[in-house]
C-alpha cells in the first residue's frame, strides 16, 4: 500500500525482457529482497539488489507481461527517470491518498499550461475509467497522488505546485505523454456498489 507522496526519483539501469534495473538513492540497508517499490506508480517486488553502496544502490524488478501491457513500461529506455515510493508501513505520516500501485490503465497528457508558479494539466482519461473520476476527488498518474480540478467527459484537469514539479518526473512529462493512471479505490468500490444496487444484484 502506498499515498502517492513520491520518495525519490531512481533511473532505469538496464531492461533485459522483463527485468528492469533501477538506480536509486535509498539506504540500500533499508531494502529487502521481497520489498514492494512503486515505480511510476506501478507496485512492483524486489527481486535482487544490486548495488549496496550508498551513493549508487540499485534494484531488480521482475515485470509480468501484463503489466506491461496495462502500463507505459513498454516505452521505458534506458536512463528514464522514475518516480518512486516505498510501501506505506504502520506509523508512517499519510500525506496522499490510498493508492494500491495496481495501475488501471495509461491516460494522455493533453494540455500544459503555465500558471504562476504551478502549472495546470488537462488529462485523457481512457472511456472505461472516466466514472471514477470526479472534480475534487483523487487520482494517482505516474504514483504521484493529485486532486482533480474539473472533469468534462472523459477529461480532467490537475494542478502541479512547483514542490512536486521539481521533485518528481513531471518536469520531464509533455503534452501527448502517456502516464500511469489509478483511480481512487474508494470511487472504485463505491461507484461498483451503486451498479450493484440499481441492477438488484444486492440482497438484503
Known amino acids: 500500500m502506498f499515498t502517492g507522496i513520491i520518495t525519490d526519483q531512481g533511473t532505469l539501469l538496464k531492461r533485459v525482457g522483463g527485468e528492469f534495473e533501477i538506480a536509486c538513492h535509498y539506504d540500500p540497508a533499508t531494502i529487502e529482497l521481497g520489498a514492494s517499490i512503486a515505480c511510476d506508480g506501478c507496485c512492483l517486488t524486489v527481486i535482487e539488489i544490486l548495488n549496496r553502496e550508498e551513493e549508487a544502490c540499485s534494484f531488480k524488478v521482475d515485470v509480468s507481461p501484463e503489466t506491461i501491457d496495462v502500463t507505459t513500461l513498454a516505452n521505458w529506455v534506458e536512463g528514464q527517470k522514475i518516480n518512486l515510493e516505498r510501501a506505506l508501513k504502520m506509523g508512517d505520516e499519510f500525506g496522499g491518498h490510498i493508492v494500491s500501485g495496481h495501475v488501471?490503465?495509461?491516460a494522455v497528457i493533453r494540455s500544459k499550461t503555465e500558471v504562476g508558479n504551478s502549472y495546470q494539466y488537462q488529462i485523457e482519461a481512457p472511456e472505461d475509467l472516466k466514472i471514477f473520476i470526479a472534480a475534487k476527488g483523487s487520482?494517482?498518474?505516474?504514483?504521484?497522488?493529485?486532486?482533480?480540478?474539473?472533469?468534462?467527459?472523459?477529461?480532467f484537469g490537475v494542478n502541479i505546485i512547483p514542490h512536486t514539479y521539481a521533485e518528481t518526473?513531471?518536469?520531464h512529462c509533455k503534452v501527448g505523454d502517456e502516464i500511469n493512471i489509478e483511480v481512487d479505490m474508494l470511487a472504485r468500490y463505491a461507484i461498483r456498489a451503486s451498479q450493484a444496487i440499481t441492477s438488484g444484484n444486492v440482497k438484503n
Not at 498518474?141 to 477529461?155: F, P, R, W
Open 169 to 171: 518526473t513531471w518536469h
Open 104 to 106: 488501471d490503465g495509461k
Open 139 to 155: 487520482v494517482t498518474l505516474n504514483g504521484v497522488s493529485l486532486t482533480v480540478n474539473e472533469v468534462d467527459d472523459n477529461i
